[in-house]
């Protein structure tokens, strides 16, 4: 115990850069390579404001056992910093990401620390991160870091991966009380990488989601969120959740909304972390959850969790359910160092499978440990 809640190595840095009227800001970066007993360190690094060692730690500290659940050869680490993206032209983030990769390439390698996207890192972000990688040691080390676009390395499912690995996750622990995503009703909360690619696993299973979220409010469309419309505002255009509605007039904003009082069969948290307290869980079960699975890392309050355990509906925690988008970043080191390229069937095939035998050793565990159908005490 007094090893594993030591990090192997912290590392805090100064990020200075430079804005489009010629400003000077300093923002501060972070690395922490938590564990290596299994293989190089591995884990995201988030952009955001609300970032800060604890923050990061609390993160790597999941990675490791989330990472170990996967059952491949990654370590664990977790990183970012305080900067918040929002609003950034494309020049600001590349000289951001550039001043953060220039101290931070020291301490990275294929076989040492292997870091990916999370909040406010996308494939824009990775590749300017691994373009100055390039530049500063002269190699072109596909393996240092995951999420790549796919022209240059990256491994087709890995911008699919957490959403569509939590979606199978489910499904295993639906198939236990004889169920599956046909004519069920979800809600999935954030709008950004894993909700998206929720959705679309959700909706070619058969299910439907009626609402999704930004940090503004939530959108609820009774005839199903349209994920074209979604992908095109969030992912192509950069805009908030509300540019939904003049698209759709049987769709309704809330702004400040909370989404967990919308009443629904599955949960599924995907925005940050401790977005689902007490009361919302009360709500949930009270309108009827069947199953609750935790696509962002730690969405869910302990008194959260006690809530839905005390209500015995199905609970898949992060580190189980959304190890997908890390697992299918460890296909695209294996494809990397073998400098070859998998297809898109059958690398969401071996996702599938992946997800498989993550929730099996979990409910293997549990029942191991006299606590049958808990994920939480199987997964930990
Ligand atoms: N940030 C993701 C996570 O929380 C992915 C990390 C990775 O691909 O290394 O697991």
Same mark, same amino acid.
């Given at each position: 115990m007094e090893?594993?809640?030591?990090?192997?190595? $912290?590392?805090?840095?100064? @990020?200075p850069w430079v804005d489009d009227k010629g400003e000077i800001h300093v923002n501060r970066g972070f690395r922490i390579e938590f564990n290596s007993a299994l293989g190089p360190y591995k884990g995201g690094l988030r952009f955001h404001p609300?970032?800060?060692?604890?923050? =990061?730690?609390?993160?790597?500290?999941? $990675?490791?056992?989330?990472?170990?659940?996967?059952?491949?050869p990654i370590g664990g680490a977790k990183g970012g910093a305080d900067f918040d993206p929002k609003g950034k032209s494309d020049k600001e983030i590349m000289l951001f990401c550039q001043s953060f990769m220039t101290e931070l390439y020291r301490h990275l390698g294929e076989n040492t620390d292997v870091p990916a996207g999370d909040i406010g890192v996308g494939s824009r972000e990775i590749g300017y991160l691994f373009g100055q990688y390039k530049r500063i040691t002269n190699?072109?080390?596909?393996?240092?870091?995951?999420?790549k676009g796919l022209r240059y390395g990256g491994s087709s499912v890995r911008t699919e991966a957490t959403g569509y690995g939590l979606v199978f996750f489910v499904d295993e622990m639906l198939k236990t009380i004889n169920e599956t995503f046909e004519g069920k009703t979800c809600v999935v909360s954030g709008s950004g990488n894993v909700? =998206?690619?929720t959705v679309e696993k959700i909706h070619q299973l058969g299910g439907k989601v009626i609402a999704v979220s930004d940090s503004d409010g939530?959108?609820?469309?009774?005839?199903?969120?349209?994920?074209?419309?979604?992908k095109q505002l969030k992912e192509v255009e950069r805009r908030r959740i509300k540019d939904y509605i003049p698209y759709h007039k049987q769709a309704i904003y809330k702004p400040n909304g909370n989404i967990w009082e919308i009443p629904c069969d599955i949960a599924l948290p995907c925005a940050t972390q401790n977005e689902l307290d007490e009361n919302d869980a009360e709500s949930l079960v009270k309108n009827g959850v069947i199953a609750i699975a935790e696509g962002a890392n730690m969405p869910c309050t302990?008194?959260?969790?006690?809530?839905?355990?005390?209500?015995? @509906?199905?609970?898949?925690?992060?580190?189980?359910? +959304?190890?997908?988008g890390v697992a299918t970043s460890a296909l695209e080191m294996e494809q990397n160092a073998g400098k070859t390229r998998w297809d898109f069937e059958y690398t969401e095939n071996k996702l599938k499978k992946i997800m498989q035998g993550i929730f099996r050793?979990?409910? $293997?565990?549990?029942?191991?440990?006299?606590?049958? +159908?808990n994920y939480i005490v199987g997964a930990n």
């Open positions: 090893r594993i809640v030591e990090p192997e190595r $912290q590392i805090v840095f100064r @990020v609300s970032v800060n060692f604890g923050v =990061i730690k609390f993160l790597g500290f999941e $990675q490791i056992f989330k990472n170990s659940l996967t059952d491949l190699k072109f080390e596909a393996g240092v870091i995951t999420g909700a =998206i690619y939530y959108i609820y469309d009774k005839e199903g969120i349209d994920l074209d419309l979604l302990p008194a959260a969790i006690r809530v839905f355990e005390k209500a015995k @509906v199905l609970f898949g925690p992060g580190k189980a359910a +959304n190890g997908g050793r979990c409910s $293997q565990a549990a029942i191991e440990y006299g606590f049958p +159908n």
